[in-house]
């Protein structure tokens, strides 16, 4: 897996958004994320935003983190907040979410971010085992769904 930095408006990881999009709304039945994202939240230093490639040079996983600092939605200085970690249906299981996750986190520690928070929903049994099992536990919520029953936010220190 080759990762690479990407901006949130580059073809690929548009191409990946629509696709996660589609996941959401068909687990959620919403139209997908309604968190407003902008290409800069995600560019250095105060974020990132990377596409994971195959052997054959396909986007096959993605996400980003962009910084918060204390806010009305519930954010804490020195936020680093996920955002659109994705991995395409034929390439899952195979550990790429963990590896992009850990880029992540190296990358927001290296940036200053003091710890990594992120909001997943109660249909992403998957996405909340493997942010369990990566030393993520459960937070205050924060953001765009913190009033949402089904939402839930965890957190790992930096």
Same mark, same amino acid.
């Given at each position: 897996?080759?990762? #690479?930095?990407?901006?949130?408006?580059?073809?690929d990881?548009?191409?990946?958004?629509d696709?996660?999009?589609?996941?959401?709304?068909?687990?959620?039945?919403?139209?997908?994320? @309604?968190t407003?994202l902008?290409?800069?939240? +995600?560019?250095p230093p105060?974020?990132?935003?990377l596409?994971?490639?195959?052997?054959?040079?396909?986007?096959?996983?993605?996400?980003?983190? =962009?910084?918060?600092?204390?806010?009305e939605?519930?954010n804490?200085n020195?936020?680093?907040?996920?955002? =659109?970690? +994705?991995?395409?249906?034929?390439? #899952?299981g195979r550990?790429l979410? =963990?590896?992009?996750?850990?880029?992540l986190?190296?990358?927001?520690?290296?940036?200053?971010r003091v #710890?990594m928070?992120?909001?997943?929903?109660?249909?992403?049994?998957?996405?909340?085992?493997?942010? @369990?099992?990566?030393g993520?536990?459960p937070?205050?919520?924060?953001?765009?769904? #913190?009033?949402?029953?089904?939402?839930?936010?965890y957190?790992?220190q930096?």
């Amino acid at each position: 897996m080759n990762i #690479r930095r990407v901006r949130f408006d580059h073809p690929d990881a548009l191409k990946l958004n629509d696709e996660v999009q589609a996941e959401y709304h068909l687990r959620y039945g919403d139209g997908g994320d @309604a968190t407003t994202l902008d290409a800069a939240d +995600f560019d250095p230093p105060r974020g990132v935003y990377l596409i994971a490639y195959d052997e054959r040079d396909r986007p096959v996983a993605t996400g980003g983190w =962009r910084s918060q600092d204390r806010n009305e939605e519930g954010n804490e200085n020195g936020d680093a907040e996920l955002k =659109r970690m +994705f991995v395409v249906a034929e390439m #899952r299981g195979r550990g790429l979410a =963990r590896r992009m996750l850990t880029a992540l986190e190296e990358d927001a520690r290296a940036a200053g971010r003091v #710890r990594m928070v992120l909001e997943t929903g109660t249909k992403q049994p998957e996405a909340i085992a493997l942010y @369990a099992s990566s030393g993520y536990g459960p937070c205050v919520k924060f953001g765009y769904y #913190r009033h949402y029953e089904d939402s839930r936010c965890y957190a790992k220190q930096l």
